[in-house]
């Protein structure tokens, strides 16, 4: 994968290859959190590729670059609308970055109860290269909560945001692609998942050592590749999540304390 944003938005079609982006519900007893939304409906007005409305939505740079496409019945607020789900139900949406891809359809459940970035993120998102990959209209608007990681034994850098005050629902820090990304856990008990945003590709990237690419910082993309590595041999960790994998079938995992 390319690293570098300009070699990419003028690599011909041949060489591009189509992966999903994934968001994810927490069904947790402290109410339902949302990690991530996706692109949003109006990126895709009829579930195919639209490139006037993509156009609309993102600068003409991303817009070469993403050529992104949602079907019918696949924007966020829509497969929560299937299961019953209103905005307004969510007790947070937890955003690991500012990328297009992870924010577009924040506008769309922007009545979440909270919605919650970390302050890492957006600090130096507005200051550094990063404008070029994360227009700060997607998600400025919409009363995001800027949340300071503090000390903490998970991730590379010791660096979490404990969403739940339990350490139930973690935002670790796993910087590399962006400085302020974050990955999520979900725990029961001794049990628990990794929803690893892009400091992954899929298990490929830590079974390799292979940076996936658009790193901000590619030593600290590895550093953040040899913690999940780590993690994923962890007897207590159930499944490492990848939101670009192409593999990933899982539709739903349930976490059970140790014993039952």
């Known amino acids: 994968m390319m690293t570098d944003l300009g070699k990419a938005v003028m690599a ?5 290859v189509t992966l999903p982006v994934y968001a994810y519900l927490i ?3 402290a109410g339902l959190f949302l990690v991530d939304t996706g692109w949003g409906r109006d990126i895709s007005p009829n579930g195919t590729y639209d490139h006037k409305a993509v156009r609309k ?17 696949m924007a966020v607020v829509e497969q929560l609308a ?3 789900i209103k905005p307004q139900d ?82 670790v820090n796993l910087p ?8 999520v856990i979900v725990r029961n008990g001794g049990k628990y ?19 996936p690419g658009f790193a901000a910082d590619s030593a600290l993309q590895l550093r953040s590749l040899e913690w999940i590595a780590e993690t994923a041999a962890d007897p207590g960790c159930e499944a490492v999540l990848c939101s670009h994998d192409r593999n ?13």
């Open 12 to 16: 011909p079609d041949g060489r591009r």
């Open 27 to 29: 069904e947790h007893p």
């Open 57 to 73: 939505v993102l600068p003409a740079h991303l817009a070469s670059l993403y050529k992104p496409y949602v079907p019918e019945g």
């Open 82 to 84: 299937s299961m019953g």
């Open 90 to 171: 969510l007790s947070a949406v937890l955003i690991t970055h500012l990328d297009a891809d992870h924010v577009s359809g924040l506008r769309s459940v922007s009545k979440a109860r909270r919605i919650v970035v970390p302050e890492d993120e957006a600090y130096w998102t507005v200051r550094t290269k990063y404008r070029l990959r994360q227009p700060e209209n997607l998600w400025s608007g919409e009363g995001a909560e800027r949340v300071f990681f503090r000390g903490h034994l998970l991730g590379p850098l010791h660096k979490a945001i404990d969403v739940t005050g339990d350490g139930s629902i973690m935002m």
């Open 176 to 183: 590399g692609h962006t400085d302020g990304m974050c990955g």
């Open 193 to 211: 998942v990794l929803l690893a945003s892009d400091a992954a590709i899929s298990s490929r990237s830590w079974e390799r050592m292979e940076g």
């Open 248 to 260: 990933l079938n899982t539709e739903k995992i349930e976490l059970c304390e140790s014993g039952e």
